[in-house]
């Protein structure tokens, strides 16, 4: 046991991620929603740069297509029009179709990718579509481990 | 041994927000503090049209054809609903930054600006993003402690910051910003149709039975002074509401909000030019009008997660369900 809890410190130790790491929007392309692939240097210990770009890359296709203008965007907003916008308390509009793709697309990645590392990756929706963050899951487990381990001396396990 | 069951109301995201909103319908419904102004605007609107289908559309749809009031029954409606999904919807309002993202911010201002000698003003917060080979300002808002993104503007009626802010428009008791602006020119387009329609319509009644019974005794039959005031009241609107139409008819083919036009932001001194636009008056119009339907990022009718503490201390046994966030009953037992 006292080994396991010393482990439990040199993670602390080496976990670099004290706090959450936002990564922000990329405004390059105007106002439509993209968010910047540049590699944070908190991560660097965590995770492998390929697979973040890949998965930020992703994210920006999704909002791509959910907000390309194109001839889907305007036949739904001519048919809504035609029906004084009546029609959307029945109907889901595309972008509310690809929302739920990504959600479901985030907790794909963290099941398989982010939470093995001991990240968790949050929807952007849930923070206004400003930033994806990065939590550092292991936080929690070390938080656990402590007070365990206080527990144990204030016992006299 | 009695068995009692306490209905717990759910909290929902809505209840905690911060800003001046008012909230109908369990949060369904947002709309700014003041809401006499829009009362007013119902009641212009549904007075004048009772009035014209009461009084007129009788003789109009037998003098000249049943459509006339059909039509304007249609045109009525699409007023109402563009005027209700403007004044009900969330305009595009951002959320505050969260402790975290708040502190991340700091961190990072700190960071750019270095050491700050005690006494010097700190350099104001303002982040350069290029777009489309314009340099854009973002400005930091102290209130919601976020970097506005671009044409984001904080709404001081309204203690929000809201996307594609346009103006806050005490007409339709809200703010006008990304999400509602397209319901918001349609509803000054079709009002302004509405207007000239019944305008029109008022004089052709008129005509009409001067022309069966002649000027002066028109205005005997006629009830009271009554077609006269909605004239009055069409002739000022028709002005004011095509004026408006107008002018935002002219922001969307350029692109442009109300508040970049105000400011001056895109007026072409400085050889700046306005990023957003298409250059193309029919992408502009595109864009604005038949672009997607933004979703709506506040999350009002989420349930809120409550740190609950227990309610009654005193029952020795109680059943609670283990996610006490989806349940509203709690059954409790007394031993």
């Keep these: 046991p006292a080994d396991t809890f010393h482990n439990l410190q040199e993670l602390h130790h080496s976990a670099s991620l004290a706090t959450k790491v936002f990564i922000q929007r990329d405004y390059s392309d105007s106002t439509i929603c993209k968010f910047q692939t540049k590699f944070p240097a908190e991560l660097d210990s965590r995770i492998e740069r390929s697979l973040f770009e890949e998965t930020v890359k992703t994210l920006n296709c999704y909002y791509g297509e959910a907000e390309k203008i194109g001839g889907q965007s305007y036949l739904e907003g001519c048919l809504a029009c035609a029906t004084a916008y009546i029609i959307f308390l029945c109907m889901e509009t595309r972008y509310e179709k690809i929302l739920k793709k990504i959600s479901m697309y985030i907790q794909e990645q963290n099941e398989k990718i982010y939470a093995p590392r001991g990240l968790l990756l949050t929807d952007p929706i849930e923070r206004g579509m400003r930033v994806v963050s990065f939590a550092n899951t292991w936080d929690v487990f070390l938080s656990v481990g402590t007070t365990l381990k206080e527990l144990c001396t204030i016992y006299k396990l | ?335």
Aim: hydrophobic share 40%.
């Design chain 2, 1 to 335: 041994m009695s068995a009692v069951m306490i209905t717990r109301k759910v909290t929902r995201k809505w209840e905690k927000l911060p800003g001046k909103n008012t909230f109908c319908c369990d949060g369904r419904v947002m709309m700014a503090r003041q809401k006499g102004v829009f009362y007013l605007t119902l009641f212009l609107i549904i007075g004048t049209c009772s009035l014209f289908f009461a009084f007129e559309c009788p003789y109009l749809a037998v003098h000249l054809s049943p459509a006339i009031p059909v039509f304007a029954v249609l045109l009525f409606v699409f007023v109402m609903a563009m005027l209700l999904r403007t004044s009900f919807s969330d305009p595009g309002v951002l959320p505050r930054a969260l402790p975290e993202e708040a502190n991340f911010i700091e961190m990072e201002i700190e960071a750019a600006n270095g050491n700050v000698l005690a006494g010097q003003r700190p350099p104001p917060r303002i982040k350069n993003v290029q777009i489309n080979n314009q340099i854009v300002k973002l400005k930091y808002c102290y209130t919601c402690k976020i970097f506005r993104p671009p044409r984001a503007s904080h709404c001081s009626i309204c203690d929000n910051c809201v996307d594609r802010f346009d103006h806050h428009c005490p007409w339709v008791g809200n703010c006008v910003g990304k999400r509602n602006y397209r319901y918001f020119y349609l509803f000054t387009l079709s009002l302004s149709l509405l207007t000239i329609y019944i305008f029109a319509f008022d004089i052709v009644h008129v005509v009409l039975r001067s022309v069966d019974s002649g000027f002066v005794n028109t205005i005997k039959e006629t009830p009271g002074t009554y077609p006269f005031i909605r004239v009055l009241v069409c002739f000022f609107t028709l002005w004011s509401v095509v004026g408006l139409t107008g002018f935002h008819t002219y922001l969307i083919s350029l692109n442009q909000t109300t508040n970049e036009d105000i400011k001056g932001s895109w007026s072409g001194k400085n050889r700046v030019q306005n990023p957003y636009s298409h250059k193309n008056i029919i992408e502009n119009c595109c864009e604005v009008l038949c672009g997607p339907t933004y979703p709506s990022v506040l999350d009002r009718r989420g349930v809120m997660l409550e740190d609950s503490t227990s309610p009654n201390p005193s029952d020795a046994s109680t059943h609670k369900s283990s996610n006490p966030v989806s349940q509203t009953t709690v059954r409790q037992h007394f031993l």
